[in-house]
């Protein structure tokens, strides 16, 4: 019932910046908790930053904090990753995901819908 659609991946050297954006279908975003996760090749899918339905409540994995924002606009229906001071690391498909909780939560099996993924990658 919930379509996401990630964009804004690319190639970036490290130390460089990249913003996502996923847009999210239906009228009832703002009672969505969502999440970003990302796989890397032969690696298991992580979480990398969440935020509450109305904005006020995020979350970082220890790898990114300081260096990816995680923030969203119920008004477009859509949740952005703003990620600075990328490192090789940090190559990756992002995907975002999106739950019925209140509270955020770090548990893949937890988020109920997802997007396609976009392919990050951060040379040198």
């Known amino acids: 019932q919930v379509q996401l659609v990630e964009s804004g991946g690319g190639l970036v050297q490290a130390g460089g910046s990249l913003s996502l954006s996923c847009a999210a279908s239906?009228?009832?975003?703002?009672?969505?908790?969502m999440g970003w996760f990302r796989q890397a090749p032969g690696k298991e899918r992580e979480f990398v930053a969440a935020?509450?339905?109305?904005?006020?409540?995020?979350y970082y994995a220890d790898s990114v904090k300081g260096r990816f924002t995680i923030s969203r606009d119920n008004a477009k229906n859509t949740v952005y990753l703003q990620m600075d001071i990328l490192k090789p690391e940090d190559t990756a498909v992002y995907y975002c995901a999106a739950e019925h909780g209140i509270v955020i939560t770090t548990l893949l099996q937890r988020y109920n819908y997802w997007g396609q993924g976009t392919q990050v990658t951060v040379s040198s």
């Open positions: 239906g009228p009832t975003f703002s009672s969505y908790v």
């Open positions: 935020i509450s339905g109305g904005g006020g409540g995020r």
